[in-house]
């Protein structure tokens, strides 16, 4: 069961992200439809690598990716005296590995803080008529394109490598990750 827990948590969370990425990739591929100006050439070259830093690099890589590694380790680690909480965090794993629940105070805050106001910039952005749209998503593509990745390259330097990540757990109660 903790490693189905492990399994479902660090797959749902990259599957829910690469979904992202095949959904919003045929908006970029509009962009080839339309004349660009100096003005939407400008804007496509500053926010698509902004984006790579900003929410690839920083939001993912950095954060984002080593946490949900962690907790999904966390959920593997469990002791077998735990059942009746194994199973609804194997249920839910994908959201407890994102930090939407069994956390601390501040990481649910942050984590439903930032998913609201990612569905808010999503709704709004749809709106936008193209080519600024489009741009637009190419530059979230490229940050969530480098998230799916980031989250990959923990996992298998937790898994193949035994790195653990150095990032707190954020559970409720404790803010340390587990001693090895």
């Not at 990716?65 to 909480?85: I, K, N």
Request: glycine share 10%; aromatic share 12%; proline share 7%.
């Amino acid at each position: 069961m903790r490693a189905i827990a492990y399994y479902w948590g660090m797959l749902g969370v990259v599957g829910l992200i690469a979904s992202a990425v095949l959904r919003l990739g045929p908006r970029i591929g509009e962009l080839a439809d339309i004349p660009l100006g100096p003005l939407h050439w400008t804007a496509l070259a500053l926010f698509t690598p902004y984006m790579a830093y900003a929410e690839g690099y920083k939001g993912f890589h950095l954060n984002f990716a080593p946490r949900v590694v962690a907790r999904a380790l966390y959920l593997r680690e469990l002791p077998h005296g735990s059942a009746a909480r194994l199973g609804m965090l194997t249920l839910l794993a994908p959201f407890f590995c994102m930090g939407y629940f069994h956390a601390t105070r501040r990481r649910m805050l942050t984590s439903w803080l930032v998913t609201s106001a990612i569905v808010t910039l999503v709704i709004a952005v749809r709106q936008a008529p193209q080519p600024w749209r489009g741009i637009v998503d190419t530059g979230v593509v490229t940050g969530l394109a480098i998230g799916v990745l980031s989250l990959l390259w923990h996992w298998q330097r937790a898994a193949w490598q035994g790195a653990r990540p150095s990032v707190p757990l954020d559970l409720p109660g404790t803010g340390a990750a587990p001693q090895d």
